[in-house]
């Protein structure tokens, strides 16, 4: 009896599975066990002593204290929870603005990428630290920052601009965000604009084609060949900027979360932590979600 041959889907599954088993072996070993003692820390009270520490169930207190007493826990949450909203879209347009001008062909092309993938390698944590000991390099940094007043009167300006206008109040203090925060909004599109680079370069060139010969304009292309091709990337990159915005060392939750930590509150800490981790994974089921209905709704 001749045996079933695996079908092609069924070997892609399999091939995934093995491409993903070094990181279920990694999160057993190393990550598991840590993990259960941080959700027990966020129900107890956890004091050091010599060679450990005692662990006391406390139930819900430490979850009563950052939202009822801590007075900087809920103010940080929310202050994340809205420069969500605005980091977001603009990193996602701005990635594909660049992705796609990077697409393009033009002499040089190769060089104008790698400076525009800089700031991903010197946001790196090592090469960030070889910069901080160098005395030279942190001055021209200091002398950098010097910026930030220019930036803050270009963006009042902007301000009193908009306000003029008679624009509504919370589109003018969105662009007022956006233009005090723009090198740091565009220091944070280099892992975006790479993907979408890589899904832009997937487009077959017989559907432009095709298009062209039927007098389509590149606005149309855009949006009815570019957009909807690359469409999985897109949630792809908004689910990483999602995470990335969160988790970031100048975030003001995590802030707090490695400040309490580091004064050995490490149950409130645990707690922070634990309520932070599961906002993050609330949002990004929406997104997922939202996504999902989306794609069920054009399928349909």
């Given at each position: 009896m001749k045996k079933p041959h695996m079908t092609i889907?069924?070997?892609?599954?399999?091939?995934?599975?093995?491409?993903?088993?070094?990181?279920y072996i990694g999160f057993i070993l190393?990550?598991?066990?840590?993990?259960?003692?941080?959700?027990?820390?966020?129900?107890?009270?956890?004091?050091?002593r010599r060679g450990g520490f005692d662990v006391e169930?406390?139930?819900?207190a430490n979850l009563r204290y950052i939202f009822t007493t801590d007075p900087d826990f809920t103010k940080n949450l929310a202050s994340s929870l809205l420069s969500l909203l605005y980091t977001v879209p603009v990193v996602i347009i701005a990635s594909?603005?660049?992705?796609?001008?990077?697409?393009?062909k033009f002499h040089g092309r190769t060089v104008v990428r790698a400076v525009f993938f800089l700031p991903v390698i010197i946001a790196s944590g090592v090469v960030m630290e070889i910069i901080n000991s160098d005395t030279f390099a942190s001055g021209l940094i200091s002398s950098s920052q010097g910026m930030d007043t220019t930036v803050s009167s270009t963006s009042y300006g902007l301000t009193e601009l908009l306000v003029q206008m008679g624009l509504?109040?919370?589109?003018?203090s969105y662009f007022s965000y956006i233009s005090s925060n723009l090198y740091d909004l565009m220091w944070r599109t280099g892992i975006q604009m790479i993907i979408f680079l890589a899904a832009l370069q997937s487009i077959s060139p017989a559907l432009y084609e095709a298009s062209a010969i039927e007098g389509a304009s590149a606005w149309e292309?855009?949006?009815?060949?570019?957009?909807?091709?690359?469409?999985?990337?897109i949630l792809v990159n908004v689910v990483y900027t999602v995470i990335d915005t969160f988790t970031d060392s100048a975030n003001a939750v995590m802030d707090q979360i490695t400040s309490v930590f580091r004064e050995q509150q490490y149950s409130r800490s645990a707690a922070m932590s634990w309520v932070y981790f599961l906002i993050i994974g609330v949002i990004l089921g929406l997104i997922l979600l939202i996504s999902?209905?989306?794609?069920?709704?054009?399928?349909?």
């Open positions: 889907s069924g070997r892609r599954a399999m091939t995934g599975r093995l491409f993903v088993l070094p990181f190393f990550f598991l066990k840590p993990l259960i003692e941080s959700l027990t820390f966020a129900f107890s009270n956890v004091s050091i169930f406390t139930g819900l594909l603005f660049f992705a796609i001008i990077l697409n393009s509504n109040e919370t589109v003018v292309n855009f949006w009815m060949i570019t957009i909807p091709m690359i469409t999985p990337m999902a209905r989306s794609n069920r709704n054009h399928a349909g």
